[in-house]
């Protein structure tokens, strides 16, 4: 049986969990009523704020901390406050957030708090060099963070051309565009290392291979039940760094592991399969010496695409490190 929503007074997804000062505390998209039609270029998810929540255990009730950002809040958003990510570092948490800005494009902001549930303060602008949705920060042993980023379709990343003269954008492949054919390799997520303010890239965003077990070579773009879609996390466990995804149409969350944080990371499988709804979004965190998975659906809107909900799922490793449901 699927457990419960969480959240039950307003709908959220894409919800990026993370235990901080023995809390554990969820960072979500806020979904809201809309009356744009589905497509394909992801319109309906009209999203203008986040609420932070929190759990003292993982059965316990969740506290509602309230908003904690704004797209008002932000100069150079326009609207789509997408999903969002948070991290901890220097006594300071930092909110990740996607939103497009005035010309329509996807860039990712960063805004400060001084506790975990905010309120955050934004920087003025967007990150220098950032693009398309779905940051996911991960700060390693060593204290170096990362942040990982990535989506296609109304995630614009296959609107990026690398040229002589750097990054260009061509709105033209909005939507369900996406490389094809025979051979054809799949589009990377992306993976730039963080500053020490966690404000800025040190260097730009390079590209993430994921790569087929079988051929040790990058998965192919005609292969939808395992290519990267959106949705990038990353997680250690056991020595090894775990990127896991979404493969957006074909409705997978899967792994890829790893011996660096740049990669490459190697197929493993499927962590969880379709559920209601058109995609998933999840992240995996550890909880008081348990694994946890969450990620959202639509049971409590009944199948409506854009009002999602946050559930979660414990998750266990086997001797080898794969991933079950427990």
């Known amino acids: 049986m699927a457990p419960n929503p969480l959240i039950t007074h307003l709908y959220t997804a894409d919800p990026s969990a993370h235990t901080f000062n023995n809390r554990l505390y969820i960072y979500p998209s806020h979904d809201r009523e809309t009356d744009i039609a589905f497509n394909d270029n992801g319109d309906q998810y009209d999203m203008t704020d986040y609420h932070v929540f929190s759990m003292d255990s993982i059965d ?3 506290t509602d901390h309230g908003v904690a950002l704004t797209a008002k809040d932000v100069p150079w958003v326009s ?29 990712i902001g960063v805004a400060v708090a001084d506790t975990p549930e905010g309120p955050f303060v934004p920087e003025e602008d967007f990150i220098p060099g950032s693009y398309s949705i779905d940051p996911a920060s991960f700060v390693d042993e060593d204290g170096q963070a990362y942040l990982y980023f990535g989506g296609i379709w109304g995630g614009q990343l296959q609107c990026w051309t690398e040229s002589e003269n750097g990054l260009t954008f061509d709105a033209s492949k ?8 025979e051979g054809v390799v799949a589009l990377s997520p992306r993976v730039a290392q963080l500053s020490d303010d966690m404000l800025t890239f040190v260097d730009p965003p390079r ?12 998965i192919l773009a005609d292969d ?15 020595g090894k760094y ?3 995804y979404s493969t957006g149409d074909s409705h997978y969350l899967v792994y890829a592991t790893g011996d660096s944080p740049f990669g490459p990371f190697t197929y493993q499988g499927r962590i969880l399969e379709p559920v209601l709804g058109w995609t998933t979004h999840h992240s995996i965190v550890e909880f008081r010496e348990k694994w946890y998975l969450f990620y959202h659906d639509c049971e409590l809107s009944k199948g ?4 999602r909900s946050v559930k ?9 490190g794969k991933i079950s449901l427990a």
């Open 60 to 62: 316990g009730p969740v």
């Open 79 to 107: 609207k789509q406050m997408w999903a969002p990510d948070a991290a901890a570092k220097n006594g300071k948490y930092y909110l990740f957030f996607p939103a497009r800005d005035k010309e329509g494009i996807f860039r």
């Open 174 to 181: 909005s939507g369900p565009h996406e490389p094809s054919g």
């Open 207 to 218: 590209d993430l291979q994921i790569l087929a077990p079988e051929t040790g070579k990058p």
């Open 224 to 238: 939808h039940e395992r290519r990267f879609f959106e949705a990038a996390w990353m997680h250690r466990y056991g």
């Open 242 to 244: 775990y990127f896991s």
């Open 304 to 307: 409506v695409d854009h009002l």
């Open 312 to 320: 979660v799922r414990e998750i266990v490793y086997d001797e080898e």
